[in-house]
């Protein structure tokens, strides 16, 4: 069983920025997505186990950065220049696979979400 706690959600202001974290054990890829209310879920961003390859959505390019310490077991979300429409909950899943995650990957375990909301 594979367990994924995020934290570090909160209220910030537009052009603000946040660190969400993900504790995940094993040597798996990672991915953020985030569901806003009355809307799909969606892919932000994903990570390799090694570290070496990542993933963007557009919507989130040059803002975010997905990194990763595997000494801590835990995996990163910088959110830089925050936005109103960024307001979402944040979660972290894996593929149970250390390679690159990609949005329609099948992802087996997921955390409980971490709330991101920004203000105008």
């Known amino acids: 069983q594979v367990q994924l706690v995020e934290s570090g959600g909160g209220l910030v202001q537009a052009g603000g920025s946040l660190r969400l974290s993900c504790a995940a054990s094993?040597?798996?890829?990672m991915g953020w997505f985030r569901q806003a209310p009355g809307k799909e879920r969606e892919f932000v961003a994903a990570i390799s186990w090694s570290g070496d390859s990542t993933m963007y959505a557009d919507s989130v390019k040059g803002r975010f950065t997905i990194s990763r310490d595997n000494a801590k077991n835990t995996v990163y979300l910088q959110m830089n220049s925050l936005k109103p429409e960024d307001t979402a909950v944040y979660y972290c899943?894996?593929?149970?696979?250390?390679?690159?995650?990609?949005?329609?990957?099948?992802?087996?375990?997921w955390g409980q979400g971490t709330q991101v909301t920004v203000s105008s």
């Open positions: 094993g040597r798996y890829g």
């Open positions: 899943a894996t593929t149970r696979s250390s390679s690159l995650p990609g949005p329609r990957s099948g992802y087996d375990y």
